[in-house]
């Protein structure tokens, strides 16, 4: 009886072992196919690549085809055990970061919903209420800080998705950076372009 459980156990290990990875498999290769798409500058100061990449919590991947605009992102979100790991993730950011600002900052706009409107001295930043990038079920905004690492003017679109949209913008680029949720322990990069 022992060994009968014993070998239960074991096949229970051996699958979770393999959904885990398959898991996080699909999370690289999410990660990995965005990077085809767009042009490597857009990861300029970006903290996160292949060799790094870790488990995260949550990985989204937002293309044109999908939102029907010119905009995609890619946001990668991991959960920190404790404030003072968390703590120490965002202060390893402190060499790369040119902008650290609260969440709805007025020197802030936001991608995509500022898109249509020509800005000027503002800084790109990912929207909390955009419903593809599902920022809006992970961030606490009251706790949040936003951490711009770079943008930059420029259409940094590789094809397929380099091609025109139904909305002229007055303004064309990408941006990269994270956003820290200290309440909930999260960090989500981002990387976007439009």
């Not at 943008?151 to 941006?175: H, Q």
């Not at 200290?182 to 989500?188: G, K, M, Q, R």
């Amino acid at each position: 009886m022992d060994f009968k459980r014993i070998n239960i156990i074991i096949m229970f290990m051996i699958s979770a072992t393999i959904l885990s990875c398959n898991n996080s498999n699909q999370k690289l290769t999410a990660f990995s196919d965005y990077k085809k798409n767009v042009s490597s500058r857009v990861f300029e100061n970006f903290p996160i690549d292949n060799e790094n990449f870790g488990n995260p919590y949550i990985v989204t991947s937002v293309n044109p085809s999908i939102t029907k605009r010119r905009y995609s992102g890619l946001f990668v979100t991991y959960q920190f055990e404790n404030v003072i790991e968390f703590k120490k993730k965002i202060k390893e950011h402190s060499t790369i970061t040119k902008h650290n600002i609260k969440v709805g900052a007025k020197e802030s706009f936001v991608i995509p919903d500022s898109l249509v409107n020509k800005v000027t001295n503002r800084i790109p930043v990912p929207s909390l209420n955009d419903k593809f990038n599902f920022l809006n079920k992970l961030i606490s905004p009251e706790e949040s800080r936003i951490l711009i690492f770079n943008y930059e003017n420029g259409n940094f679109f590789k094809p397929p998705f380099d091609g025109g949209t139904d909305i002229d913008y007055e303004y064309i680029g990408y941006s990269n950076g994270c956003i820290a949720d200290e309440e909930n322990l999260y960090i989500t990069y981002w990387t976007m372009v439009w």
